[in-house]
């Protein structure tokens, strides 16, 4: 039994420890105050005619509530023939973070922001990610214009990338818009106060659900992975919330999807060697097969993405507060998603989950190193000039991210438990309703429902099995090492 009821345990330092531990370098080399000071003297747009201006469009962002490295803008207009036109602005970070200098270097080395909770380890310094190149209210911006059209059937065509200035005209955020969307609350301030915006806004929202649906269709799978962020007072978090999925967070994911999709091909068609995002086909699918058949569903001997949604879509509806549990399974037997080179006239793995055979990373370039490169790529592409980096350079950064991904995914997995263990601290010998998640060598797991945490059970737990429902009490934790103890 771990127990620290009443002991201050300093998460900040302990999520800066955790980053050097996996392999970051969370302080900002030596060189890079004086580069911002050189990016801050600049012109705050880039002087090249060859940009479109389209600062006139009513254009929004749509991003968590305490989000600042704005990376996104969306626009859509309705065509005479009956398609959507959407264009998504992406902030021009390599106009300002020039390839080999120190803050590129370093965020080559860095590869992602990390979310560790408490505290966020940006890849770009702050006064850039969060300023000088996140896509602000208000503010006029360089970008990277991604468009395509959505007919009624999903089918996306017409894909084009250029350069552009953008204006973010209304920075809003995913629980307020995904809420007025679905009908369960009024329009947020901004929105109700524009009724122009609020038209905008369901058109971009008709043009996801078509999309959404079409790629179900070729697919897709409807995975519900729960994510939890803490509620902070000051430095402490005190509740850890649930981050469910809506309306506005499907919309950003289809629009995003179709725009990495544009560029994927764009490069394919130009012969640009470029890094993809892919997720192979399951190696252990014969485990997911045997998941199914204990569930009543006989999948195919071969992989097959869209009849594992067929039963995915089946088990949500049976039984629902399941379903993230199933799920999680279903994304740990598919393995993890990689970065890897595709040579011209190379056919990309593809990725599994998401039913797309080209995508790649171009729209985050404030959080991903991938998406810089990949905007460097298509900024050599238009301009029809030499591409800045050689294939063997692009194979050695995809393995790279990849690597820094993966250490990164561990980082707030383990910060994560952490803070849940912290939260608890204050409610020792409460009693919660939980699932059981896991029986094995190690012992017996559960999950709690509110709030949504893991912990093993410590006494109390013959006999349990995987989807037993029981009420545990909490009996000790420890936020160093991330523990939560239960008995039944």
Not at 253 to 262: H, K, R, S, W
């Amino acid at each position: 039994m771990y127990q620290n009821h009443g002991t201050h345990f300093n998460l900040i330092a302990a999520a800066h420890a955790a980053m050097i531990e996996h392999g970051f370098q969370p302080d900002y080399p030596k060189g890079t105050d004086t580069q911002l000071a050189e990016i801050a003297a600049q012109s705050v747009l880039p002087k090249n005619g060859e940009l479109k201006d389209l600062r006139n469009l009513l254009w929004s962002s749509i991003d968590n509530d305490n989000s600042k490295d704005l990376d996104q803008v969306e626009w859509a207009e309705r065509l005479a023939d009956g398609r959507i036109r959407v264009l998504v602005g992406v902030a021009d970070v390599d106009s300002r973070v020039s390839r080999g200098t120190v803050i590129d270097s370093h965020a080559q080395s860095e590869t992602t922001s990390v979310y560790a909770g408490v505290k966020v380890f940006p890849m770009l310094p702050a006064e850039l990610s969060e300023g000088i190149t996140s896509l602000n209210e208000n503010e006029d911006r360089a970008a990277m214009a991604i468009e395509f059209c959505v007919n009624a059937a999903g089918e996306v065509s017409d894909g084009k990338a250029y350069r552009a200035l953008v204006r973010n005209h209304a920075q809003l955020a995913y629980n307020a818009i995904g809420a007025w969307l679905e009908g369960h609350a009024p329009a947020p301030p901004k929105v109700a106060a524009s009724a122009d915006l609020a038209a905008q806004l369901k058109l971009q929202d008709e043009a996801a659900h078509r999309m959404v649906g079409s790629r179900f269709q070729h697919g897709a799978l409807d995975l519900e992975s729960v994510e939890t962020r803490p509620l902070m007072q000051g430095d402490e978090p005190v509740d850890i919330k649930r981050q469910d999925k809506n309306r506005a967070t499907s919309l950003i994911e289809e629009f995003m999807v179709a725009a990495n999709g544009v560029i994927a091909r764009t490069f394919e068609a130009g012969n640009v060697a470029s890094i993809r995002r892919i997720v192979r086909i399951p190696k252990r699918w014969d485990r997911i097969v045997e998941l199914a058949a204990g569930m009543g569903t006989k999948l195919p001997v071969t992989p097959d993405s869209k009849a594992l949604n067929e039963f995915l879509l089946l088990q949500k509806k049976k039984a629902p507060d399941r379903f993230p549990d199933l799920s999680l399974a279903v994304v740990k037997l598919m393995g993890p998603g990689e970065y890897v080179l595709v040579k011209p006239h190379q056919e990309s793995p593809g990725h599994f989950g998401l039913a797309v055979q080209d995508y790649t990373h171009s729209t985050a370039p404030n959080r991903r190193f991938p998406d810089v490169v990949t905007q460097r790529l298509l900024k050599a592409w238009i301009a029809k000039q030499q591409q800045p980096y050689s294939e063997s350079s692009l194979d050695a950064i995809a393995t790279r991210c990849t690597e820094m991904e993966n250490m990164a995914r561990k980082v707030e997995r383990e910060m994560q438990k952490r803070i849940a263990a912290v939260v608890l601290q204050k409610h020792i010998g409460q009693s919660y309703r939980a699932v059981v998640t896991g029986v094995n060598h190690y012992g017996t797991f559960v999950r709690t429902f509110d709030p949504h945490v893991e912990g093993m059970v410590v006494h109390g737990q013959k006999g349990l099995d995987v989807g037993d429902r029981i009420t545990v009490k909490l009996v000790g934790t420890n936020p160093e090492h991330g523990y939560i103890d239960f008995a039944v």
